[in-house]
């Protein structure tokens, strides 16, 4: 249409003295009229090039704008029906559509963008790595090796996704080099063994203060106590009557004490084991976390 360049001038013109006031109508249609290439029909191909570049430069700055006001889901039809990619992607994170993203790249078969946009968004969804996974996995013969090294690489680094779970992923990829497997399962299993190993300590460490405070609550029940501080826990003067003991062998001015019916220097410690003590109660039933 040749009313097309007055129509862009036009509008450019009316955004250029208040881009801040106008209806997002205005935006959309201008955002139409940059990337529409009817008019370019009839040029050579060199020439209409080099127009659409500079036309999607025009729309590209104008998406990016924050004074913009578009209707994000016109926008975005607009730039799928002329096939603005950089447009697509930058309306898909605006509006957080991060799977979408992921999609594209896959689509286009842009191999690098797919797991730079899986590093990007990957901590807003976690199931972008495994479908990379799944997606390299498909891929005929010895095709993205390189791309199935380094998703696993991530998924086993912030442990995204079960071993078992994305050995059946790749046993798709019949072509697959045992050493990039190896290279996972070697990992996962020295990670689970770490992780093993660790709660066996502390299993032990449990069982070793278990069996100290059976042997304290023995003393106690069976061995006379004997207080013999001569200075309030709190307050460090001498002590004097009235005065309160504890097992722990803390005293303290009963006016020292205020409202309070426990050991202030024990309170702390005391809490974190009733708290364990709660945590522990509270999983007994839940074999399923085992």
């Known amino acids: ?168 992923i790749l046993k798709e990829k019949k072509e697959a080099k045992l050493g990039i497997i190896k290279k996972f399962i070697v990992r996962t299993l020295t990670d689970d063994q770490e992780q093993i190993s660790s709660v066996e300590q502390q299993i032990k460490d449990n069982t070793k203060n278990t069996e100290d405070m059976k042997a304290e609550i023995n003393r106690l029940r069976t061995t006379a106590c004997i207080f013999k501080l001569n200075k309030c826990s709190q307050c460090s003067q001498p002590l004097d009557l009235p005065a309160v003991h504890f097992l722990c062998m803390h005293s303290y001015h009963v006016r020292c004490m205020g409202d309070e019916n426990e050991c202030w220097l024990c309170a702390d410690e005391n809490r974190q084991v009733l708290e364990i003590k709660r945590s522990l109660e509270a999983n007994v039933g839940k074999h399923d976390q085992f």
């Open 1 to 168: 249409n040749k009313e097309d360049p007055w129509l862009v001038q036009f509008l450019e013109y009316v955004l250029e003295k208040d881009e801040s006031l106008h209806h997002f109508t205005v935006y959309d249609t201008l955002l139409e009229l940059y990337l529409s290439d009817d008019d370019l029909v009839d040029s050579e191909p060199e020439e209409r090039e080099q127009k659409l570049a500079i036309r999607h430069k025009k729309a590209k700055r104008l998406l990016e704008n924050e004074k913009a006001v578009f209707d994000d889901h016109h926008a975005l039809a607009l730039c799928r029906q002329y096939g603005f990619k950089d447009g697509i992607l930058y309306l898909y994170k605006k509006q957080h559509m991060y799977n979408e993203v992921v999609e594209y790249h896959m689509e286009h078969s842009e191999y690098k963008e797919l797991i730079q946009a899986c590093k990007q968004y990957g901590n807003s969804d976690r199931t972008l790595w495994s479908q990379a996974l799944s997606y390299f996995a498909k891929k005929p013969r010895d095709r993205c090796m390189d791309e199935i090294e380094q998703v696993l690489e991530h998924i086993d680094k912030d442990n995204l996704l079960p071993p078992l779970l994305a050995l059946q």
